[in-house]
């Protein structure tokens, strides 16, 4: 006869038991991701690399950066309308260019050009290595004595690593211009106010936080999202094609989610 | 005794528990061409895989020219890695690269030629291949065969002294099949490399190999000549070969070398048993009009031949098979050999005034097409290799077609 209790031992037994799988796991593929972008990364130092780093940098950042710069415009735009009324209740509207760049360049400038690129670049990055991967296009490689890591994902992180702060400094200056054009042209806050405030209260530290914040975002979107490309044949739950969307999804939600948990952290220790 | 080049010693390979090489033990020897067949699904590639380094066996070694793999360094094991090439089954181009591109790759990524010297190998590569027009083009806009001879042109460029072929002629219609077969063939001839292929072609794919690999429930189950292969009585090499070569050999139309056996068997048994019958060795110089013309004419005259030979003694009561690449048997079993004489001329007459004319049109090289017969008789007691033989010492030119052209002797 079943008792109340082996079921309720059986129910927490299985909780502990899926609970304790799914850390594994976690732990697991952390532990791989990490490894896989230092084989990556020391590649990246190899002979035959300049090439392959820029036709990436060339998709990765330049093709990227109209994309960008439209959604630092807004961004900017909509910042100088937000804090305009917001600075104005405290008849401190004058401080509206420090804000917005301030802003910008500490917080949103990398996090939402990093999202950006992970959804225009890094969502392509695991597709395209996941076709290549299930078409056994990486075995050829291997085959053709190619190291896969050194050709594919090695320039792709360093193409990342370059383009994550260029884009992110052209975010912020574009949102700063954004955020003049609803300030000063639309509301009429003092032109030179808007800029010599942002002169007088954004320093180097402020620019290197947002530096710093970026190149971590590099590394954790071209990691992640090659990562989820490269071994897309692992899934367990799905095969094919199916697994190179599902590979792709998760790494664009990965992705973002990393450079959120990052970006509190990095904050939290740069205060 | 021979070492071998690639030696497998009690190979097992499980993937989920399914184990798929349960102890395999081959041996591959350098310059030959061997085959590996099985049924689909045995592990065929699997193995191919092993070779290349793309899997480790879970149990057992691989040794390479008498080394275990696994004991070599990294630098040796490049080193080795460095003499083999892979053709893959579903050709595994990159899609987003030219054929140019495709075929450089290698070159481009493992060597430090110059950019003219990797040019010139693969345009050279790509004019053997006949796929010069074609370079700017992606794999997805070529036809199957044409990105299979790109596959192939990709595994060649680096001139490798073992080259692994999964399934190269798949999907392929036969004279494509058999010209990937022949061009395998002259490839060995030419460069001498040692040839791995997973194939299904039979009988066309035994013609050209030296060894054949019988893989069996996760086993090697024979490994030898193909001589040694038809000689063997064994149900289960019977059941396998049937269930691939089936009734007619697909180039000429003519009866799979299994059915001709049955049937000259029947024949013997059925009243000829103390009587002499015919049979005739139709053959041409294949691989000399292979080298001349190409293996597509080549083919192309092969098949004709194949053709016109069931279209003529097959209302005789003659049947016929493909033996060698280049050799077609038929058997008369109601002709007396006058008859036969008679019958060959006016065949040899009708091949060459009507068959040959089309097949050489457009040839703009110079060549000469020889057809040779061998006409002997045959007793119960005669096996079919004996008659070959038999037949080969009494080979005769019975047709010849020229390209007319005044300065073709030079």
Request: charged letters at 20%; glycine letters at 8%; proline letters at 3%.
């Amino acid at each position: 006869m079943i008792m109340a209790s082996d079921i309720k031992e059986s129910f927490f037994w299985s909780l502990f038991h899926s609970l304790g799988k799914k850390t594994m796991r976690v732990i697991n593929d952390l532990g791989a991701a990490v490894i896989f972008f230092a084989l990556a990364f020391l590649r990246i130092f190899r002979p035959k690399q300049f090439r392959e780093i820029v036709q990436q940098v060339f998709y990765i950042g330049a093709k990227s950066s109209n994309i960008v710069m439209l959604i630092g415009l807004f961004t900017g735009m909509v910042l100088g309308l937000q804090l305009y009324y917001t600075l104005r209740k405290f008849g401190s509207e004058g401080f509206l260019g420090s804000v917005v760049a301030l802003s910008l360049i500490r917080e949103l400038g990398p996090v939402l050009t990093a999202i950006m690129i992970t959804a225009r670049a890094g969502s392509a990055m695991t597709a395209e290595i996941g076709i290549l991967r299930i078409s056994e296009q990486i075995d050829a490689l291997y085959a053709m004595r190619i190291d896969p890591i050194r050709y594919l994902i090695s320039p792709r992180i360093a193409a990342s690593v370059i383009s994550f702060p260029l884009l992110t400094a052209f975010f912020d200056l574009i949102g700063i211009i954004g955020g003049y054009l609803t300030g000063v042209v639309l509301l009429g806050v003092n032109k030179g106010a808007y800029f010599y405030r942002i002169d007088a209260y954004v320093d180097l530290t402020d620019i290197r936080g947002g530096f710093i914040k970026s190149l971590v975002f590099a590394v954790l979107v071209s990691t992640i999202c090659c990562y989820q490309g490269y071994f897309t044949h692992l899934r367990t739950d799905s095969y094919g094609s199916k697994s190179v969307s599902l590979s792709t999804t998760s790494a664009v939600v990965l992705s973002c989610i990393m450079i959120l948990i990052s970006d509190y952290v990095i904050t939290s220790f740069l205060m | 005794m021979k070492i071998p080049l690639i030696e497998f010693r009690d190979v097992t390979k499980r993937f989920d528990g399914n184990t798929v090489l349960d102890g395999a033990n081959l041996n591959i020897y350098e310059n030959e061409i061997t085959t590996i067949i099985g049924k689909s699904g045995t592990g065929k590639s699997v193995l191919l895989k092993h070779i290349i380094g793309l899997l480790s066996p879970d149990e057992g070694g691989i040794l390479f020219r008498g080394k275990p793999v696994n004991e070599m360094s990294k630098k040796e094991w490049d080193g080795c890695r460095a003499q083999i090439s892979f053709m893959f089954q579903n050709n595994a181009l990159f899609d987003s690269m030219t054929v140019f591109e495709n075929i450089a790759l290698p070159l481009r990524q493992t060597t430090n030629l110059k950019k003219k010297e990797i040019e010139k190998r693969v345009m050279s590569r790509l004019e053997q291949m006949e796929l010069a027009d074609v370079i700017h083009q992606y794999p997805s806009e070529l036809s199957g065969g044409m990105q299979k001879r790109v596959a192939m042109a990709r595994a060649l460029v680096t001139d490798p002294s073992i080259v692994l072929f999964d399934e190269p002629t798949t999907g392929q219609d036969p004279i494509r099949k058999n010209m990937i077969l022949s061009m395998i063939a002259n490839y060995r001839k030419k460069f001498g490399f040692t040839a791995v292929l997973v194939s299904h072609d039979i009988p066309d794919v035994f013609f050209i190999s030296d060894r054949i690999l019988l893989l069996w429930e996760g086993n090697i189950a024979f490994q030898g000549t193909y001589e040694e292969l038809t000689r063997l009585d064994h149900p289960m090499i019977d059941e396998f070969i049937r269930s691939i070569e089936g009734l007619k050999d697909e180039l000429t139309g003519l009866l799979s070398k299994k059915m001709f056996r049955s049937r000259y068997d029947f024949v013997i048994d059925r009243g000829h048993a103390d009587s002499i019958i015919t049979a005739v060795l139709f053959g041409v110089h294949f691989d000399r009009l292979s080298d001349r013309l190409g293996s597509q004419t080549a083919l192309e005259v092969l098949k004709t031949l194949g053709e016109y030979v069931n279209k003529y003694f097959g209302p005789l009561g003659g049947f016929s098979a493909r033996h060698s690449r280049g050799r077609i048997l038929t058997i008369l079993p109601y002709l007396q050999p006058e008859e036969v004489e008679r019958s060959v001329h006016d065949f040899a007459w009708e091949f060459q005034q009507k068959a040959l004319p089309g097949i050489t049109k457009g040839i703009q090289e110079c060549f000469e097409i020889m057809v040779t017969a061998g006409i002997t008789e045959a007793g119960p007691a005669d096996d079919i290799e004996q008659i070959i033989e038999k037949a080969s010492t009494k080979q005769k030119i019975i047709a010849t077609y020229q390209c007319g052209k005044e300065d073709c002797s030079k």
